[in-house]
Nanobody
C-alpha cells in the first residue's frame, strides 16, 4: 500500500473553516474504506470520520454536524470539510487507508 498524502492544514481562527485532502494512489481505492484520524498533543490518536465504499459515513460525536467526509473515486481522493472550528480541534490530522497512515497535516485553531 502506498502511503496516503494529506494536504490543506493550516492556521485558522475559531469559527472558521478548512478543507483537508488526502490523495491515495494505487488500485482499489473505490472499494476501500477511508478514514480521518487526529492526534492532539498529549492525547491518543482518535477516529473522527470514515467513509465506506458505499458512501456510508460515520462521525465522532465531537465533530458531528461540523465536519463532512467525502470521496472522489475518479481522483482517488478523500476530503474532510471542517466548519465551525474550535480550539479543541487543534491536532495533527491523519488520513488512513487499509492500515496505512499518511504523514499527517497540522491544523491549528486560534481563539
Amino acid at each position: 500500500q502506498v502511503r496516503p498524502v494529506e494536504s490543506g492544514g493550516g492556521l485558522v481562527q475559531a469559527g472558521g473553516s478548512l478543507r483537508l485532502s488526502c490523495a491515495a494512489s494505487g488500485s482499489g481505492f473505490s472499494i476501500t474504506t477511508m478514514a480521518w484520524y487526529r492526534q492532539a498533543p498529549g492525547k491518543q490518536r482518535e477516529l473522527i470520520a470514515f467513509i465506506r465504499s458505499d458512501y456510508v459515513t460515520h462521525y465522532a460525536d465531537s465533530v458531528k454536524g461540523r465536519f463532512t467526509i467525502s470521496r472522489d473515486n475518479a481522483n482517488n481522493t478523500v476530503y474532510l470539510e471542517m466548519n465551525i472550528l474550535k480550539p479543541e480541534d487543534t491536532a495533527v490530522y491523519y488520513c488512513w487507508r487499509g492500515g496505512v497512515w499518511g504523514q499527517g497535516t497540522q491544523v491549528t485553531v486560534s481563539c
